[in-house]
C-alpha cells in the first residue's frame, strides 16, 4: 500500500516537473533571464535558502570578503542556477549539429581530440561549475559520446526524464551507486568517462586542500587513471559575461585546462593523493576566476577525520 501511494506522489510530481518545463519552454531566453533574476532575489533577499550554508561556504573560500560582497555572489549564484535551468529546458530546441557555433566557443580543445582519437582510455574531471550538463550535452553533438557518472534519482518518473534529456545527444549515465563494473567497462574499452569531482567523499575519501582547507575527495579517479592509464583531463563550460558584467544566456566557452598523463607524470605527481590534489587545486583555480557560478550549496568541507 505504502509502496502504491509513494508512487502516485512521484507520478504527481513527475506531471509537475514536466507542466513546469513546458511553460519554461514556451519562454524566450529574455524572458527566461528575466525569470530567473526574479527568482535569485527571491531565494536570496525574500525568503533566504540555506543562507548559513551559503555564507559559510564562500568565507572559507574567500574570507576577505564582506558580508555585502558575499550576499552579491550568492544572488549571482541562484541566478546562475536558474539561468541553467531555463537553459538545459530549451537546449534540445536551440542547439543543433549545424548551428553549435552560436551558443558554444571551443578553447584548447585540440588535445582532448587528440587523445579521443588515440584509442585510449580518458577521464574526464569537472565541478558543479558553469553549466557542466551542456558541457555533456555539447560533446554529443560533437559526436564524442561520453559517460557520466550521476545519482539516481528516488523518484523512479523524474529520474527517466532526466536521463532521456542527457542522453538525448549520445551522453550516457552510469549510475553512481553500483556503476563500478560499468565505468571498468567503458575504460577497458577505451571510452570517455566523465566525473564530477567536487563533492566530499565522506571517511573513506583522501583528504587534500580545496581553497586551503582539507577538504574529502574521492580516490576513484586518480586510482582508475593509474590503473587504465587514462590521461585525466579538466574542463569547464562557463557562461559567458557581457561587456556590462552580465550574464549571456546559452552562450559558452567550452574549455580545457589542463591533462595530466599517467605515462608522463612530473615528480611532484606521483600517487593517488597528489594526482587527486592536483585536479582538485585545476578545478579551484577555475572556480576562482567565476566564483558565481559555482555551486556553493554542498557541505564540501564536512567536520571529522577520514581514513586515507
Not at 506531471?15 to 519554461?24: A, G, K, S
Request: glycine fraction near 6%; aromatic fraction near 10%; proline fraction near 6%.
Amino acid at each position: 500500500m505504502k509502496q502504491s501511494v509513494k508512487l502516485v506522489i512521484d507520478y504527481l510530481v513527475y506531471l509537475l516537473v514536466r507542466v513546469l518545463f513546458c511553460v519554461v519552454q514556451s519562454l524566450s531566453l529574455r524572458v527566461g533571464h528575466t525569470l530567473a533574476r526574479g527568482l535569485a532575489w527571491l531565494f536570496t533577499d525574500l525568503i533566504p535558502v540555506r543562507r548559513s550554508l551559503l555564507h559559510e561556504n564562500i568565507q572559507t573560500a574567500f574570507p576577505e570578503k564582506t558580508p555585502k560582497e558575499r550576499q552579491l555572489l550568492i544572488r549571482l549564484m541562484w541566478e546562475h542556477l536558474f539561468l541553467m535551468g531555463v537553459e538545459i529546458a530549451l537546449a534540445n530546441r536551440k542547439i543543433q549539429d549545424l548551428n553549435w557555433k552560436n551558443y558554444i566557443q571551443l578553447t584548447g580543445v585540440l588535445p582532448l581530440l587528440s587523445l579521443l582519437h588515440q584509442n585510449r582510455p580518458v577521464i574526464l574531471v569537472t565541478g558543479h561549475f558553469g553549466n557542466f550538463e551542456i558541457g555533456g550535452f555539447s560533446l554529443g553533438i560533437l559526436t564524442y559520446p561520453s559517460n557520466s557518472v550521476a545519482r539516481s534519482l528516488d523518484n523512479p518518473f523524474l529520474n527517466r526524464f532526466i536521463k532521456d534529456f542527457r542522453e538525448s545527444t549520445g551522453q550516457f549515465l552510469v549510475s553512481k551507486k553500483g556503476g563500478a563494473p560499468d565505468i571498468l567497462r567503458v575504460l577497458e574499452n577505451n571510452g570517455l568517462m566523465a566525473f564530477l569531482a567536487d563533492q566530499s567523499a565522506g571517511p573513506k575519501g583522501c583528504m587534500v586542500d580545496f581553497f586551503g582547507k582539507p577538504a574529502s575527495t574521492f580516490k576513484a579517479i586518480a586510482l582508475l587513471s593509474l590503473q587504465f592509464k587514462a590521461p585525466i583531463v579538466v574542463c569547464y563550460s562557463l557562461r559567458e559575461i557581457n561587456e556590462n558584467g552580465e550574464f549571456e544566456p546559452m552562450k559558452f566557452e567550452m574549455s580545457i585546462t589542463s591533462i595530466l598523463d599517467p605515462l608522463h607524470l612530473p615528480p611532484n605527481i606521483q600517487n593517488v593523493k597528489e594526482i587527486t590534489q592536483w585536479y582538485t587545486l585545476k578545478l579551484e583555480e577555475g572556480i576562482r576566476t567565476h566564483p558565481e557560478q559555482y555551486w556553493w550549496l554542498h557541505r564540501r568541507w564536512k567536520p571529522g577525520k577520514t581514513k586515507e
